[in-house]
């Protein structure tokens, strides 16, 4: 039997639950390993519990959590920053695809409904297996702080 490690999901499954939204504690610190960018309107950070290598998380700065509640410059902001996201992705990590989207309401899935957020997630051939099916485990090869390191000075260049 062959054994996976992935010791920062250990926190996730016995820690508490924040308290809190974890978008809006991430633009009050000043620094924060998993926060990638900080923009005029919009941010990125690292999914802390992520489904795949490079997952990440593109929201407006302003506490709010539906479509329509978004000014036409934060939608806008949003969109390139989700676009740009996805060309460091492709550039840094070389992936086959991406699955982008968001969750809006908490039976869609939304873990933070009160934030709006997108996921940005690049797909790779043969990245799903069935542990994930049965055995509800993933295999992420490179641990979260490499990843972070390795895109933070691309979202540095960024200005949107």
Not at 127 to 139: G, H, P, S, Y
Request: net charge negative.
């Amino acid at each position: 039997m062959k054994t996976m490690w992935a010791p920062w999901r250990i926190e996730y499954i016995l820690g508490d639950k924040e308290e809190g939204c974890i978008f809006c504690k991430a633009l009050e610190e000043q620094h924060d390993d998993l926060t990638l960018y900080k923009g005029k309107r919009t941010m990125v950070v690292m999914n802390k519990y992520p489904y795949i290598n490079g997952h990440l998380l593109v929201a407006p700065k302003r506490h709010l959590s539906a479509l329509q509640d978004l000014e036409k410059e934060e939608m806008t902001d949003l969109m390139q920053l989700v676009e740009r996201s996805v060309a460091i992705i492709k550039e840094v990590m070389n992936p086959d695809g991406f699955n982008v989207g968001l969750n809006l309401g908490k039976v869609a899935g939304a873990g933070v409904e009160e934030h709006l957020h997108f996921h940005i997630v690049p797909r790779w051939f043969g990245d799903t297996n069935a542990l994930t099916v049965f055995a509800d485990v993933r295999v992420i090869p490179e641990h979260i702080e490499s990843t972070c390191r390795n895109l933070a000075p691309h979202f540095a260049k960024l200005d949107i």
